[in-house]
């Protein structure tokens, strides 16, 4: 007989967070410098991962994006965990292509060479 610890999904979104801020998962260097402002939120109205409808927000900044579960997924604490990630990194990309106030993309040089072909 199998036995298991009831995790809450409010503790299941903070040990998600606290591994990605501590850099517990592999990511590219476009991920590490927005882990630190990564948010993992239950929006569910329980706190209990067999509840009818599972809501998590995964959110950097002013970008987020929502997931929904139904409790028949089979080990649904993996399944949150890998689309958290997954979830970060689209955010992280979307981030990385964000303009500054003036157009200019964010963090990105563009060399000389280039310039003269946009002439």
Request: hydrophobic share 35%.
């Amino acid at each position: 007989m199998e036995r298991y610890i009831a995790v809450k999904i409010s503790e299941l979104c903070k040990m998600i967070e606290d591994s990605i801020h501590d850099g517990k998962y592999p990511l590219e260097d476009q991920h590490k410098r927005f882990s630190n402002s990564l948010q993992v939120i239950n929006r569910s109205d329980s706190d209990d991962l067999k509840s009818s409808e599972i809501k998590i927000e995964v959110r950097i900044q002013g970008l987020y994006i929502i997931s929904n579960y139904v409790p028949n997924i089979e080990h649904m604490p993996g399944v949150i965990e890998v689309d958290v990630l997954d979830s970060f990194k689209i955010l992280c990309r979307r981030l990385g292509r964000m303009t500054d106030n003036a157009g200019n993309p964010k963090g990105t040089t563009v060399s000389a060479e280039k310039l003269r072909l946009l002439k």
